[in-house]
């Protein structure tokens, strides 16, 4: 009976390790309504971000995600909106202590069991990462202005490369699209490659 709980574990653990789930809080805010369906926009490169490899990457995976939730994505020229992509990671740190339960059953020679818990403990890296959606109306950005529409992520993990967790968190930024102004959705969903 033994040998099939280790063989469950490991198969479990085994199975664990190739579904990595990435916990992210979202939140929508803007005046209603949302925009429309169909609504034009450009993602634009903030000014530090021009002729950036890494933007330009995420760019693509932005225009997708927001030609998959109904707007009217362009490439180049004019839009109604312009998008803005912003996104950071702490990449130090804060270390985080983590405790582990381990529950076993000994059974001595006369059949009587006695079952105790165990505490393992350890430390890891977590990690804050943010992204940020900003639309501006077309043409109006003189600094004064107010974004039409911002939506924020927020998350944290061991994991600081923004590369690798991008792809998931543009799916997170508008998998509640338009979703209600001022509410947090916590998602989690699966790293996607």
């Known amino acids: 009976m033994r040998s099939f709980r280790i063989i469950g574990l490991l198969l479990g653990i085994i199975i664990l390790a190739g579904c990595t789930r990435v916990k992210s809080t979202v939140t929508y805010f803007y005046e209603p ?25 995420y760019k693509k995976l ?22 803005f992509l912003q996104y950071a990671v702490d990449q130090q740190g804060n270390t985080e202590e983590y405790v582990v339960p381990q529950t076993h059953t000994y059974t001595n020679p006369y059949g009587v069991s006695t079952t105790y818990t165990t ?11 943010e ?22 992520l927020l998350s944290s993990g061991s994991n600081n ?10 799916y997170q930024l508008l998998k509640e699209w338009p979703g209600t102004p001022g ?5 989690t969903s699966a790293v996607k490659k």
């Open 33 to 57: 309504p949302a925009l429309d369906p169909g609504t034009s926009v450009i993602v634009r490169p903030l000014d530090s971000q021009k002729s950036d490899l890494e933007f330009s990457h």
């Open 62 to 83: 932005v225009s997708n995600s927001l030609e998959e939730a109904g707007f009217n994505v362009r490439s180049t020229g004019k839009a109604e909106y312009d998008v």
């Open 119 to 129: 505490y393992s403990t350890g430390t890891r890296q977590v990690h804050q990462r």
């Open 131 to 152: 992204v940020e959606l900003r639309f501006f109306k077309s043409g109006n950005l003189d600094g004064t202005n107010e974004p039409v529409v911002h939506v924020r």
């Open 161 to 170: 490369e923004m590369a690798y967790l991008m792809p998931t968190f543009v």
């Open 183 to 187: 509410k947090t959705y916590t998602i």
